[in-house]
Antibody, heavy 122, light 106 residues
Framework: QVQLQESGPGLVKPSETLSLTCAVS?????????WGWIRQPPGKGLEWIGD???????YYNPSLKSRVTISVDTSKNQFSLKLSSVTVADTAVYYC???????????????WGQGTLVTVSS | SYELTQPPSVSVSPGQTASITCSGD??????VSWYQQKPGQSPVLVIY???KRPSGIPERFSGSNSGNTATLTISGTQAMDEADYYC?????????FGGGTKLTVL
């Protein structure tokens, strides 16, 4: 059973970089899974940010691609999200999630972290 | 960009069948997943690849996908099924979520 736990600052100033980490337990990050991020603004729906394989292969949401970097640290069994130049519109609960490796058109997230609220405010 | 459209709300009486739809252009040619989200909790995968149930998901949850519409069906709906439900598909190298449907059991 994969368990995911997000961590990082709950408050970020506008124009700065949001940084979050997701610790993976119950599985090696080098296993046949992609590791990614999904966010949910308060009271709104889900938005996919992107995901990464342990080899470094990444997929990003085109609408966020210019500001997003997802990386993996196999030595710590964790992966990270950086979102640059944030605005109030980036205020959301950020979830880390995993999906099985395979055909991307069959994409689905089977394990989710508990989520962490990040507020963008001065 | 690709869009998935869900009704904002669906109501059902306990014990009855609830159907939540998700519409998109030629959606039947794609694989659809469904997630259940209760207030203050993380989403939970209830259906993947149109109609497959993950381990631990009750048999009353089922899915179908054809033409332009995917449907999540909950048979014998229970009070514990009251939640928001999101459909999701992959299109043009990106993951797309529907806007979500609030299922009320009353």
């Amino acid at each position: 059973q994969v368990q995911l736990q997000e961590s990082g600052p709950g408050l970020v100033k506008p124009s700065e970089t949001l940084s979050l980490t997701c610790a993976v337990s119950g599985s090696f990050i080098s296993s046949s899974y992609y590791w990614g991020w999904i966010r949910q603004p308060p009271g709104k729906g889900l938005e996919w940010i992107g995901d990464i394989y342990h080899s470094g292969n990444t997929y990003y949401n085109p609408s966020l691609k210019s500001r997003v970097t997802i990386s993996v640290d196999t030595s710590k069994n964790q992966f990270s999200l950086k979102l640059s130049s944030v605005t109030v519109a980036d205020t959301a609960v950020y979830y880390c999630a995993s999906r099985p490796d395979g055909y991307t058109n069959r994409w689905y997230a089977d394990y989710w972290g508990q989520g962490t609220l990040v507020t963008v405010s001065s | 960009s690709y869009e998935l459209t869900q009704p904002p709300s669906v109501s059902v009486s306990p014990g009855q069948t609830a159907s939540i739809t998700c519409s998109g252009d030629e959606l039947g040619d794609k694989y659809v997943s469904w997630y259940q989200q209760k207030p203050g909790q993380s989403p939970v995968l209830v259906i993947y690849e149109d109609s497959k149930r993950p381990s631990g998901i009750p048999e009353r949850f089922s899915g179908s996908n054809s033409g332009n519409t995917a449907t999540l069906t909950i048979s014998g709906t229970q009070a514990m099924d009251e939640a928001d439900y999101y459909c999701q598909a992959w299109d043009s190298s990106t993951v797309v979520f529907g806007g979500g449907t609030k299922l009320t059991v009353l």
